[in-house]
């Protein structure tokens, strides 16, 4: 059965970093191309980066040179680098397949950066 964990969002500072974690089970992160999805609140969710199965990456422009996507398949895991935070990235954040995302969705994690 397929699992997405997301974990490691918490409160920070404007200019502060924080390491998004999504743990998956059930299928092989290697395998497919994946993605970390923001939705920040009364918005809908939006794709921010996206790793593809060549490992190309691919960042929506608000977080280019911000954000790094990664993944260790070692440990079927999926990483958000999130350096020089700002207000405008706080939502919940959300790991799925990208572009063409699982039906099923994990809890999130929520980061909300203060200015």
């Known amino acids: 059965q397929l699992q997405l964990v997301e974990s490691g969002g918490g409160l920070v500072q404007a200019g502060g970093s924080l390491r998004l974690s999504c743990a998956a089970s059930?299928?092989?992160?290697?395998?497919?191309?994946m993605g970390w999805y923001r939705q920040a609140p009364g918005k809908q969710r939006e794709l921010v980066a996206r790793i593809a199965s060549t490992n190309i990456r691919i960042y929506e422009e608000s977080v280019k040179g911000r954000f790094t996507i990664s993944r260790d398949s070692a440990k079927n895991t999926v990483y958000l680098q999130m350096n020089s935070l700002q207000p405008e990235d706080t939502g919940v954040y959300y790991c799925n397949r990208a572009p063409n995302y699982f039906d099923s969705w994990g809890q999130g994690t929520q980061v909300t950066v203060s200015s």
């Open positions: 059930g299928f092989a992160v290697s395998f497919y191309p």
